[in-house]
């Protein structure tokens, strides 16, 4: 694609969530029309996209019908079926980035480990685990506890137990389906990168420094408070995954900066000098990268709508320190959201407001975020507390000031 | 309006060209959802905005339909009707801004200069013009030649003509209706100002420059290149301005710097040390503030919406020099729209590209324009000279390559 036309470049993406939204939003000024395929009807994507189809994410026929108007799909959502997706590619000729094939590997967290330590790229230790013999091996080898993750449909932590040699395994194991074991890793911070493939080019945006909270992103640090060296080891680290996935688009890579002395890295004889895990990979915009719209130059909504559609990617230079973070549905039981607080963070100086339109807040749903970024040359420790104020004072419970 | 809520905040805007489409970019991630009057189906503003209502700006139902979907009226075209926007304020009791009587100020040079003079502020000197009568007398009061300027309708500098005292007075005024002359400006450069008044604050962008041909603005350069007391100067003007307005919004100032020596100025004789004329004010964002989406903490679209909700205003601070080029209609007669060479500016680091969706290219028309923002520390001439390179290389014409 290198000519904008009157009647537009129409992008289909399955899933319209707070990502489809943002990447609507990051897609208007490239003259770029989205159409989002997503169950909920005026999903969050809804407003800044040029139409919504209302259907589920495997709905076939819908695949099709989002395929016949657009030029290129992608999707937002890692619950998009790959071989569905495959199937609408070959009949209706329409390209799907990033691949299928790379969809299928990072939906199954077995396949993902297997596929990057084949490729030489450090991961923690893990063992496939079908049953609670497999899981008793594991402990074994991997020592206790492990971290036993369900293979697949785990997000934000769902899925995710901790299992030590002396608990009840079959209990564990209840409900996981086939499952993943790993090695716990004693890590310093958790950092990540959003990577990118585009048309015969790759590249890397900044290292960043996130902050979770019972497996939740909360905070978001650019650049990352590690050294020179860990980042610049992150970094290739982060290149070395891309050259394990196919197709093109953004990747969100979650790393682990493991504490000097932990030997959790499956390869960590020939990588202790690095310190790096992948933990996870995600085939799409992350939430790690959201601070990019104000802090870097190309936001990866941006660069993700240029990679799949084979635009040249965009500069991922930083444009100075930035804070993001979350907005979380802070309710005991889902009601209709309303965000009170709006007018504080507003008049707070180089704060930006990201809602995503969702008509109901849910305990720990994400409803929006808020990036911060140095109208003075602040410290960037004062820049995440004056950033973590403004969230605080974002709420959905009735304050009745 | 301080709670952001999950039906969401609808700002109702008469008019939904580039301004527009711009407006709903900026509105959001604000969770503002925006609602467009305007007689173009699918306008430039239709794809970002929830819903376009099709009509004249002067429909008296259909500006009532918009205020009854609207918590705030706003316009993005100075053609909108003051008369009808009161009395729908009236009718309604949606509030209007900025206020309908500052939208008829703006829209008659002639009253908008007096209005400007009445408060001392330094505009070139100017004279009512009905006949031929009245353009002599003003040819012997401000010098020959003068520039004649159509009172209402002129934009781009449509309605202006330079007339000198040999000049056929009668053929001049042809078809102009009720004019002002001025004073020929002998100016450095033409500056701007995208001033703000939101609810009980004010504030004001840097000062830019701007670069016309053909009384059309081509490139806007910030921070202007003049001396810090000229820019502080220029700045305080802009506050003084502000105050003579009424109402919420963002306006676009357009100020010449006088060359020293010159006495074009009405009030010159207190302000000979300032060197700044008040050109033009228009009631709304300006072309001229488009570089703020990349180059100020807050664009002034994001600035118009939260003025205009009376929500407080983000931070007019500077992120770093900026540069942005109009993309104008580069054809002989009107044709279907399609841009080329879109894959060279988009490989340029730190470019980005603002495609307006119009369907139509015409001579001169604006179609789009680019920003450049610097990634590296290179000089501001420099990106100047790269954002023109950028600009140039873009085309409505088939070129086959």
Known sequence: ??????????????????????????????????????PTPDCPAALPARDQLVGAFDDEAAVRTLAERADVLTYEIELADPDLL?????????????????????????VEKQTLAERGIPVPAFRRVDDAADLRAALDELGSPV???????????????????GDDLDAA?????????????????????????????????????????????????VPARTSGAV????????????????????????LFEVESGDTAGSTAGERDDGRILVNEIAPRPHNSGHYTIEGAHTSQFEQHARAVLGLPLGSTALRGQTVSANLLGDVEVPEPATLHGVERA???????????????????????????????????????????????????RDTTE
């Open 1 to 38: 694609m290198t000519d904008l036309t009157a009647d537009g470049v129409t992008l289909g993406v399955v899933g319209g969530g707070q990502l489809g939204r943002m990447l609507a939003e990051a897609a208007s000024p490239l003259g770029v029309e989205v159409v989002v395929l997503d």
């Open 86 to 110: 495959a199937r609408v590619r070959e009949e209706t000729g329409v390209p799907v980035h990033p691949d299928p094939e790379t969809l299928r590997v990072t939906q199954d967290k077995l």
């Open 147 to 165: 971290m036993l993750k369900a293979r697949a449909g785990g997000y934000d932590g769902r899925g995710n137990v901790p299992v030590a040699a």
């Open 173 to 221: 194991l209840e409900g996981m389906g086939p499952c993943v074991a790993e090695a716990m890793v004693d890590f310093a911070r958790e950092v990540s990168v959003i990577g990118v493939r585009g048309d015969g080019e790759r590249d890397v945006f900044p290292l960043v420094e996130n902050v979770h909270e019972a497996e939740i992103l909360r905070e978001t640090v």
């Open 231 to 254: 980042r610049e080891h992150a970094l290739d680290v982060a290149r070395e995954v891309l050259s394990a996935l196919d197709g093109r688009g953004v990747f969100g890579i979650e």
């Open 346 to 396: 507003l008049a707070t100086p180089g704060v930006s407001l990201h809602w995503y339109g969702k008509k109901e807040v849910r305990p720990l749903r994400k409803m929006g975020h808020v990036t911060a970024t140095s109208v003075t040359d602040e410290p960037l420790a004062d820049l995440l507390d004056r950033t973590r104020r403004v969230r605080d004072a974002l709420t959905f």
